[in-house]
């Protein structure tokens, strides 16, 4: 059975910490991985990783994907409150009856304090 | 441009009773997908279309039914909701279905007494 398992669930940080997130998988047929943050509504898009040991970066966000051990981290760097969310992991892969489907990780849930 | 847009934004049902939960995107986007979101359960899909006309079930169909009668809306129906079915929905759209950015509506919050 095709899983996304991130972790840590949640985790408390103060402004100025780094965090890194994990998301490891399971699936088969494997096209990417993208990662989204979701603050009180809907995900918004953060990163798509297609190839291993290439780095996505934007600003004080960043991301890998190991698809030899099949996991990615999110890293946040000089955290700020309006980091607060949840981060989602998704993996998009191609499913031989039903076309291309993404599956989502339960997500980890990120609180910056002041 | 509105994106994708979602109504309505809140529902309490008793169990029995049907509705329909309508997603609409003004992206002209091919491919359109139902979520359900649980507490620590990440987003699971429903049903999705790959254009007008089509419709396919994802991950979690039963007790759904959906329908794209036109490319812009994409409709929920439940029959005969239970209380199992109290989530949050998001729709989502995008225009290919190569791995690329599905973009999301706000979500409708469900309630089933």
């Known amino acids: 059975e095709d899983k996304v398992v991130q972790s840590p669930l949640s985790l408390v940080v103060h402004e100025g910490d780094t965090v890194t997130l994990n998301c490891s998988y399971e699936v088969t047929n494997f096209r990417s991985l993208l990662w989204y943050k979701q603050e009180k509504k809907a995900p918004t898009f953060l990163f798509m990783l297609t190839s291993s040991g290439i780095e996505k970066k934007s600003g004080r966000l960043s991301s890998i994907l190991d698809k030899k051990e099949l996991f990615s981290i999110l890293n946040i760097t000089a955290t700020q409150t309006g980091d607060s969310a949840v981060y989602l992991c998704?993996?998009?892969?191609?499913?031989?009856?039903?076309?291309?489907?993404?599956?989502f990780g339960g997500g980890t849930r990120l609180m910056v304090k002041p | 441009n509105a994106g994708v847009t979602q109504t309505p934004k809140f529902r309490v049902l008793k169990t029995g009773q049907s509705m329909t939960l309508l997603c609409a995107q003004d992206m002209n986007h091919e491919y359109m997908y139902w979520y359900r979101q649980d507490p620590g359960m990440g987003l699971r899909l429903i049903h999705y279309s790959v254009g007008e006309g089509t419709t396919a079930k994802g991950e979690v169909p039963d007790g759904y039914n959906v329908s794209r009668l036109k490319k812009q809306n994409f409709l929920l129906g439940l029959e005969s909701a239970a209380p199992s079915q109290t989530s949050v929905y998001f729709c989502a759209s995008s225009s290919t279905l190569q791995g690329y950015e599905q973009y999301f509506g706000p979500g409708t919050r469900l309630t089933v007494t």
């Open positions: 998704a993996v998009f892969r191609m499913n031989n009856n039903a076309g291309n489907m993404l599956t």
